[in-house]
Every structure is written in structure tokens, then in C-alpha cells.
T-cell receptor, first 113, second 115 residues
Framework: ETGVTQSPTHLIKTRGQQVTLRCSSQ?????VSWYQQALGQGPQFIFQ???????GRGNFPPRFSGLQFPNYSSELNVNALELDDSALYLC????????????FGPGTRLLVL | KQEVTQIPAALSVPEGENLVLNCSFT??????LQWFRQDPGKGLTSLLL?????REQTSGRLNASLDKSSGRSTLYIAASQPGDSATYLC??????????????FGTGTLLAVQP
């Protein structure tokens, strides 16, 4: 177990809806990254938060947004859901923004109908 | 743009065999390369991390090599066991990733070890 938890484990939404996914980082970790993993693909970097600020972003549209709270837990919000947003969403926490050690949570599987 | 490719996409071997998983990347400007294991419902577990200045890393029955100049890495698993069945992902951390520990992943190799 990595100490990183995510909720919910599974979620079903319909096109156009909004969704919020949550991640609880490992104790003492101030950095969290979010990844999207489509079926049969490797994870793709969405963005990273360091001490409550977004400090890096992948090739995802603005309808993907996030928050990091003072206790370093995090949320991923996706607006105007599309069918292609169906994927496993992973968060990873680390003790620093450029630290190599990252601990991944079990993921949230999102299905958009 | 960095691209990471893994071959084969799937592999099935009998228990006890030694096997090699391959990973290639297009841009040699990397800080490091990691091999992960992914089990259903359990996220990713880091197996080995090789710094760009290193040639290989070993952990138990696992050995990973890195040839940065040719953009290749291999993961060698000795004496495979059914418990090794999982998806194996390689990921590189690009030098131009900004002030992040962003990783670029391959598509993975699904390994099945038959008892």
C-alpha cells in the first residue's frame, strides 16, 4: 500500500455532466500529479500541483481543472464530459515538485455514457 | 515530442522462464527511466529507476538496463512466477518537463505467466 487513496473507485456519468475526483496524498507529501489512462494506453500527464499552485500541465483542455488544499489533498474536476473522457484517473503524490519518488493511488475509473 | 514505445504488447510464458521486456524512447534528453508494475485496481508500483548516467539497476529477480544514446531500455525478469503476471510500464522523465516530476509512459506490456 502506498498511502495514497482516491475516491470514488468507480463512477458513471453522462455526456455534458461535470465530475469531481478526489485524492488523498501520502503524509508529508506536498506535490500531487494527475494522470489519465485510457483503456489499453499508458497514463498521460494532466497536471501537477505543488503547495496549492498548478506548476505544470500536459496537453489537456481547460475543462480539466484541479485544486490542492492546505492539507495537500487534491481534486480533479472535469466539466462538459465527453465520451473520450472515459478512463482510469490516477493521482500520484511526492515529497517535492521535482522529487523522483512518486506514489500512485489505485485510481478512479470513470465511464461517460 | 517524446514518444515511448513498448514491445511486445502482450506476452505469455510458462512459469520458470526468463523473459525480456523492451522499451524505446525517441528523445534521449531524459533525467531517468522507470519501470512500473500495474495490477488491476491497485495503481502503479515502481520497480526500478535508472538515472540517465547509469547503465543498469537490479532488484531481486529484476534487472533493468538503459542505453540512453540509442533510446532503449530492457527489463529482464528471471525465473518468472505466476505472481509476476501484470502490466509492465516504462516511463521517462524528460529534461524539459519544467519544475515538475512529469512522466511520459509507454503503452505497457501485459505479461501472463502460466503455472
Amino acid at each position: 500500500e502506498t498511502g495514497v487513496t482516491q475516491s470514488p473507485t468507480h463512477l458513471i456519468k453522462t455526456r455534458g455532466q461535470q465530475v469531481t475526483l478526489r485524492c488523498s496524498s501520502q503524509s508529508g507529501h506536498n506535490t500531487v500529479s494527475w494522470y489519465q489512462q485510457a483503456l489499453g494506453q499508458g497514463p498521460q500527464f494532466i497536471f501537477q500541483y505543488y503547495r496549492e499552485e498548478e506548476n505544470g500541465r500536459g496537453n489537456f483542455p481547460p475543462r480539466f481543472s484541479g485544486l490542492q488544499f492546505p492539507n495537500y489533498s487534491s481534486e480533479l474536476n472535469v466539466n462538459a464530459l465527453e465520451l473520450d473522457d472515459s478512463a482510469l484517473y490516477l493521482c500520484a503524490s511526492s515529497p517535492g515538485q521535482e522529487q523522483e519518488t512518486q506514489y500512485f493511488g489505485p485510481g478512479t475509473r470513470l465511464l461517460v455514457l | 515530442k517524446q514518444e515511448v514505445t513498448q514491445i511486445p504488447a502482450a506476452l505469455s510464458v510458462p512459469e520458470g522462464e526468463n523473459l525480456v521486456l523492451n522499451c524505446s524512447f525517441t528523445d534521449s534528453a531524459i533525467y531517468n527511466l522507470q519501470w512500473f508494475r500495474q495490477d488491476p485496481g491497485k495503481g502503479l508500483t515502481s520497480l526500478l529507476l535508472i538515472q540517465s548516467s547509469q547503465r543498469e539497476q537490479t532488484s531481486g529477480r529484476l534487472n533493468a538496463s538503459l542505453d540512453k544514446s540509442s533510446g532503449r531500455s530492457t527489463l529482464y525478469i528471471a525465473a518468472s512466477q505466476p505472481g509476476d503476471s501484470a502490466t509492465y510500464l516504462c516511463a521517462v522523465r524528460p529534461e524539459l518537463g519544467g519544475a515538475t516530476n512529469k512522466l511520459i509512459f509507454g503503452t505497457g506490456t501485459l505479461l501472463a505467466v502460466q503455472p
